[in-house]
């Protein structure tokens, strides 16, 4: 085993057809876990991107994927030898197709034609699985992919932003195959008023819904109460209840004045916040890492950028040496909108 966990998947792949003790072995959800937590520090960069097709008869929308490693992206003189693209997931040509996250090596990708469709897609094997039904758009629909340990199965969680009619989200178990509703959303209390007021996920000025981060065995995303005041909301993958972590005030602005646009990452395991706010033609880029999870002092300004155009900018990978790699979205852009992971 302990050679085999070393080996590329295509390899593993290959390895299944020597007999059926080797593939019992190398289809065991235990030799997978070895096998991922062995390979977790050759990083990937997954992304999704979208551009024109301008074909002899019509126009049409063309998704292409690429994978590049982590550790050589810093090369950027020859960073072409590592890029590679990926055949597209499905014979299925949407007129959409949005990359909602990942986990483990598993995406969560959504295609948009006549009839809408989620897949959970394996990129080192090439696998993909459809999903059962659920409505959803890029721009309303916030998902999350998760590992529940008591049950050794994948979770997707699903909420909808700005649904004020129908405050609920949608959990699916990989095991059992179906959707379920969970008819409420997390609270938080009121400090002025006292009452209980619905945290609802934040959307970034219409420009995208964030991703849910999955650490400590839990969801997590940035939410927002009516009286204006943030929170990071948590859902346990294993007993389905909601929490959340702490934030400290100096992380949020609620200045009028101030565009301000969130996001939420993980850096080496640690939950981040990042923060970009734009007044006077500048944009502040500020990143808080969660030193010590749940502990509201542990939260420590990891750095800080300005830059003129920034509208938007998340943490997408923090390199050994300290450098990082960040999502930017500014407002003189002009290029094929894409998605990273």
């Not at 499905?90 to 949005?98: G, L, N, Q």
């Not at 943030?230 to 209840?241: D, G, Q």
Request: with cysteine; aromatic share 14%.
């Amino acid at each position: 085993m302990e050679i085999l966990i070393r080996l590329p998947v295509k390899s593993l792949l290959q390895f299944k057809c020597v007999s059926k003790s080797w593939q019992a072995l190398i289809s065991d959800p235990y030799f997978k876990m070895k096998h991922l937590n062995h390979a977790k520090n050759n990083h990937k960069l997954l992304v999704c991107q979208s551009s024109l097709d301008r074909g002899d008869m019509e126009r049409t929308i063309k998704f292409s994927f690429y994978v590049s490693p982590l550790s050589n992206i810093q090369e950027f003189g020859c960073l072409s030898k590592y890029v590679q693209e990926l055949d597209f997931p499905s014979t299925y040509k949407p007129f959409e197709c949005h990359l909602f996250c990942c986990l483990s090596g598993l995406a969560v990708l959504g295609f948009v034609s006549k009839f809408d469709q989620l897949f959970l897609w394996n990129p080192s094997t090439r696998e993909s699985t459809l999903l059962p039904h659920l409505e959803f758009t890029r721009l309303r629909t916030m998902f999350g992919l998760g590992y529940d340990a008591m049950s050794d199965g994948y979770k997707i969680l699903k909420l909808d932003v700005h649904r004020v009619d129908q405050p609920f989200v949608e959990i699916l178990s990989l095991k059992s195959g179906s959707w379920r509703k969970i008819c409420y959303y997390p609270t938080a209390i009121c400090p002025r008023l006292g009452q209980k007021n619905v945290i609802y996920p934040c959307q970034n000025c219409g420009l995208c819904v964030d991703t849910m981060v999955f650490v400590h065995g839990a969801f997590h995303w940035l939410g927002k109460t009516i009286s204006r005041t943030y929170h990071l909301a948590s859902f346990s993958s294993s007993n389905e209840v909601y929490g959340e972590i702490p934030l400290l005030e100096q992380i949020h602005i609620t200045n009028e004045d101030v565009l301000s646009n969130y996001g939420l990452s993980l850096v080496e395991e640690m939950v981040c916040v990042s923060s970009t706010h734009k007044h006077q033609g500048w944009g502040t880029f500020k990143l808080w890492v969660m030193k010590d999870y749940g502990v509201k002092e542990s939260w420590t300004v990891l750095f800080t950028i300005r830059l003129s155009d920034i509208v938007y900018a998340k943490l997408k990978y923090r390199f050994a040496n300290g450098e990082v790699l960040l999502y930017l979205f500014e407002t003189l852009a002009n290029a094929p909108w894409s998605k990273t992971v």
